[in-house]
């Protein structure tokens, strides 16, 4: 069995995954703040919730539950016919499925050794004492 918090070259890749992961949906949810208010209710919601989705991935902060509900919004997306903003860079379902995919991957893998959750719920050295009948 490995660790969800792996270090050196593992944790990089990991780290690179979360980044690339968390960039695309706060830079998507920023176009959709910028050109809500052409819209419904629905895409500020959505701005709202890419956004922060993608910054919990990018600092590594509840990691598996932000990929997962990054993961079924963009899941979600690619067969949704929301309006999609000027500056949409899921306009073509292609990237917007490459994120979900990135997404239940980084649910599958943990956050790695380089983020938020490993210094909250990382590794710990469990010390069992001897017994004292023996």
């Avoid at 695309?24 to 052409?38: F, K, M, R, V």
């Avoid at 500056?87 to 649910?107: G, H, N, Q, R, Y």
Wanted: aromatic share 12%; hydrophobic share 55%; with cysteine.
């Amino acid at each position: 069995m490995f660790s969800t918090f792996p270090g050196s070259w593992p944790g990089a890749g990991l780290l690179l995954l979360r980044v690339a992961c968390g960039a695309l949906l706060t830079i998507q949810g920023a176009c959709y703040l910028l050109h809500w208010s052409n819209f419904r209710l629905t895409a500020y919601w959505l701005a709202l919730l890419a956004g922060t989705c993608g910054t919990l991935l990018l600092i590594g902060y509840l990691t598996r539950f932000a990929a997962f509900v990054a993961a079924l919004g963009c899941g979600s997306g690619v067969f949704s016919w929301f309006p999609v903003p000027g500056l949409d860079l899921f306009a073509a379902k292609l990237p917007c499925l490459l994120v979900a995919v990135m997404a239940t991957a980084l649910i599958c893998l943990g956050p790695g050794a380089f983020s938020i959750d490993s210094r909250l719920f990382g590794r710990r050295e469990l010390i069992i004492p001897a017994n004292p009948r023996a």
